[in-house]
C-alpha cells in the first residue's frame, strides 16, 4: 500500500509540474528557445528525480549470464606404436598418443 502511495505522489508531483511550465512555453513570451530548452530540462530533472524517487533506490541491475561449470570427464590416454610405410618403401614406427 505504502509503494502505491508514493507512486501516486510522484505522478501528482509531475503532473504539476508539467501543468505549470506547459502554459510558458506555449505562450513563448519572450523566453526564446533557450528558455524553452532550460524549460524542458527542469521538467525532465523532475520527472526523472520522481521515477527515480518511486522505487526506493533500488535497482536489481541486468541479468548476468553466468555459464555451466565444466563437467570434468577424465581422458583415458595411452601411447601406441604404428608404424607406416614411406614412399621409399622404408618402414618408419612412431609413437602417437591417444585418448579415448
Do not use: F, W
Not at 614412399?87 to 585418448?99: A, K, S, T
Amino acid at each position: 500500500m505504502r509503494g502505491s502511495v508514493k507512486a501516486a505522489g510522484a505522478a501528482a508531483l509531475v503532473a504539476l509540474t508539467l501543468c505549470g511550465t506547459m502554459p510558458v512555453a506555449q505562450a513563448g513570451g519572450g523566453i526564446g528557445v533557450g528558455g524553452a530548452v532550460a524549460l524542458g530540462a527542469i521538467g525532465g530533472l523532475a520527472v526523472g528525480g520522481a521515477i527515480a524517487s518511486a522505487n526506493n533506490g533500488y535497482y536489481p541491475g541486468r541479468p548476468v549470464y553466468r555459464a555451466p561449470p565444466p563437467v570434468y570427464v577424465e581422458e583415458v590416454c595411452h601411447v601406441e606404436r604404428r608404424g607406416y610405410i614411406d614412399p621409399y618403401g622404408v618402414e618408419h614406427i612412431r609413437r602417437v598418443r591417444v585418448c579415448e
